[in-house]
T-cell receptor, first 114, second 112 residues
Framework: NAGVTQTPKFQVLKTGQSMTLQCAQD?????MYWYRQDPGMGLRLIYY???????DKGEVPNGYNVSRLNKREFSLRLESAAPSQTSVYFC?????????????FGQGTRLTVV | GNSVTQMEGPVTLSEEAFLTINCTYT??????LFWYVQYPGEGLQLLLK?????DKGSNKGFEATYRKETTSFHLEKGSVQVSDSAVYFC???????????FGQGTTLQVKP
């Protein structure tokens, strides 16, 4: 049982390059999330998708776009990477949109923009 | 808006000491509250949760009580072990939008 799978695990980009972070879950969950983790800042929500076909902005959406390709997959795109986007990115999913439903996390993608 | 505030870390304790990590929240409606733990190099894992006022979540010796009157959800453990060394995150899920919002995390280091 894979759970939440993120690819790649590590990436180095030059300023201005673009890339897409991939996330897939095999638990038939409805909701999916993208977070970034920075020292002293905790996890900050970038975008989330309450259900297939919907997406919404979180706390720090600028410089990112997302696509909920289907129920399993939720990708995060950086169109023109900046050093301020150096971070660890986590994807998560949960069965339900609200309530005490547990969120399951991937292992993270460590992105460095030089 | 909705937010979570945790006590500053790092917290350094000796093995078998009592642990408290403070967490307070601001939210509209009736959020669900969570504690997650992150071990080095890994993603987050759910530690415990609570859904309504006065609920107590517990797991692996950790406990937290949902206090609506003080908008708090403090994490406690009576006797910590070296293996409890990790980063602990308090979080809430809003009752209307379903957004899952985290605090800044508190690093716990337990020394033998």
């Amino acid at each position: 049982n894979a759970g939440v799978t993120q690819t790649p695990k590590f990436q180095v980009l030059k300023t201005g390059q673009s890339m897409t972070l991939q996330c897939a879950q095999d638990m038939n969950h409805n909701s999916m999330y993208w977070y970034r983790q920075d020292p002293g800042m905790g996890l900050r929500l970038i975008y989330y998708s309450a259900s297939e076909g919907t997406t919404d902005k979180g706390e720090v959406p600028n410089g990112y776009n997302v696509s909920r390709l289907n129920k399993r997959e939720f990708s995060l795109r950086l169109e023109s990477a900046a050093p301020s986007q150096t971070s660890v990115y986590f994807c998560a999913s949960s069965e339900k949109r609200t309530g005490p439903t547990e969120a399951f996390f991937g292992q993270g993608t460590r992105l460095t923009v030089v | 808006g909705n937010s979570v505030t945790q006590m500053e870390g790092p917290v350094t304790l000796s093995e078998e000491a009592f642990l408290t990590i403070n967490c307070t929240y601001t939210a509209t409606g009736y959020p669900s509250l969570f504690w997650y733990v992150q071990y080095p190099g890994e993603g987050l894992q759910l530690l415990l949760k609570a859904t309504k006022a006065d609920d107590k979540g517990s797991n692996k010796g950790f406990e937290a009580t949902y206090r609506k009157e003080t908008t708090s959800f403090h994490l406690e453990k009576g006797s910590v072990q070296v293996s409890d060394s990790a980063v602990y995150f308090c979080a809430l899920r809003t009752s209307n939008t379903g957004k899952l919002i985290f605090g800044q995390g508190t690093t716990l280091q337990v020394k033998p």
